[in-house]
């Protein structure tokens, strides 16, 4: 199976930036036939897809509520995918999980049961 950890999380003031990993070990792992997702989790609310990227062809998708300020990326030597935001607003505060899907290499909807593995998050939180 695949094994997922999040990196990169902390406290930032509106209007910063961060850059989140996410490191994928198993037998899976590396070869880019799986698309990896990252979600996130504010207190009280669902958890929520934020965007995907498909590491063997590049292509992405982002949910609204991010798009133009969230940048999804693939480093496939590295096993590692990475989401740099930028212009973090406190709405942005929540838990975020990476998370992937084997079996498929096209994108699929950014919901929790098209998903197969997760991490166990990193917290980030935006001061306004």
């Known amino acids: 199976q695949v094994q997922l950890v999040e990196s990169g999380g902390g406290l930032v003031q509106a209007g910063g930036s961060l850059r989140l990993s996410c490191a994928a070990s198993?037998?899976?792992?590396?070869?880019?036939?799986?698309?990896r997702g990252w979600f996130r989790q504010a207190p009280g609310k669902e958890r929520e897809g934020v965007a995907e990227?498909?590491?063997?062809?590049?292509?992405?998708e982002y949910t609204d509520a991010v798009k133009g300020r969230f940048t999804v990326s693939s480093d496939n030597a590295k096993n590692t995918v990475h989401l740099q935001i930028n212009a973090l607003k406190p709405e942005d505060t929540a838990v975020y999980y990476c998370a992937a899907t084997v079996g498929t290499q096209t994108i699929v909807e950014l919901h929790e049961r098209e998903f197969d593995y997760w991490g166990q998050g990193t917290q980030v939180t935006v001061s306004s």
């Open positions: 990227i498909v590491p063997s062809t590049g292509n992405t």
């Open positions: 198993g037998r899976t792992a590396g070869y880019g036939y799986y698309v």
